[in-house]
């Protein structure tokens, strides 16, 4: 299994980024697909998450500002992260979980700064 993530960089606060995650070696439609982020010294965070149905769920600091959305036909999911502040800074991960089975990317660095 392998997901690879793209789109991180630099961004002012008030600005877009969109995250994508490319996944492979897997059945991409059985999977729920989420992203998480973490900062050093802290724990990884769950940030949003899309069920296999297509149920979205997102943590509270980034309701009304982040969307999840994933393409079967293209075995990627997104992130759109709009409105970004400095907090949002950090590494972001994708994650493909079914069931036990659990899998990683190697993250993608976004940082908000003016």
């Known amino acids: 299994v392998r997901l690879v993530e793209s789109g991180g960089g630099l961004v002012q606060p008030g600005g877009s980024l969109r995250l994508s995650c490319a996944a492979s070696?897997?059945?991409?439609?059985?999977?729920?697909m989420g992203w998480y982020r973490q900062t050093p010294g802290k724990q990884r965070e769950l940030v949003a998450r899309?069920?296999?149905?297509?149920?979205?769920n997102y943590a509270d600091f980034v309701k009304g500002r982040f969307t999840i959305s994933r393409d079967s036909a293209k075995n990627t999911v997104y992130l759109q992260m709009n409105s970004l502040k400095p907090e949002d800074t950090a590494v972001y991960y994708c994650?493909?979980?079914?069931?036990?089975?659990?899998?990683w990317g190697q993250g993608t660095q976004v940082t908000v700064s003016s």
């Open positions: 994650n493909a979980n079914r069931v036990v089975a659990n899998f």
């Open positions: 070696g897997l059945t991409f439609s059985i999977h729920a």
């Open positions: 899309i069920s296999s149905g297509g149920t979205e």
